[in-house]
């Protein structure tokens, strides 16, 4: 059975940075692709930044410049560098495997005050 774990959410002031990082087991972790989601407060959930098994990335435009995703196939991590934070990064950030009809973690919040 997959599990993902996710952990570095809190709290930070606009322009801070956070590392949100994800641990899976229970999977040939290597083999999916891996992503980070975010859902507000009243709006849907919405892709942030995503790694290929082939290490490839795609990232929202909102982020682009300012997060960084990375995966370690050795450790079955995949971290989220958030740099230069603003109020509207504030979300509920999940950790997904294998895209949206994949796996989830349980999500880990991350408020950015103004």
């Known amino acids: 059975q997959v599990q993902l774990v996710e952990s570095g959410g809190g709290l930070v002031q606009s322009g801070g940075s956070l590392r949100l990082s994800c641990a899976a087991s229970?999977?040939?972790?290597?083999?999916?692709?891996m992503g980070w989601y975010r859902q507000a407060p009243g709006k849907q959930r919405e892709l942030v930044a995503a790694?290929?098994?082939?290490?490839?990335?795609n990232y929202a435009d909102s982020v682009k410049g300012r997060f960084t995703i990375s995966r370690d196939n050795a450790k079955k991590t995949v971290d989220l560098q958030m740099n230069s934070l603003k109020p509207e990064d504030t979300a509920v950030y999940y950790c997904?495997?294998?895209?949206?009809?994949?796996?989830w973690g349980q999500g880990t919040q991350v408020t950015v005050s103004s």
């Open positions: 997904n495997q294998g895209g949206p009809e994949g796996c």
């Open positions: 790694v290929t098994s082939g290490f490839m990335t």
């Open positions: 229970g999977s040939i972790f290597r083999l999916y692709a």
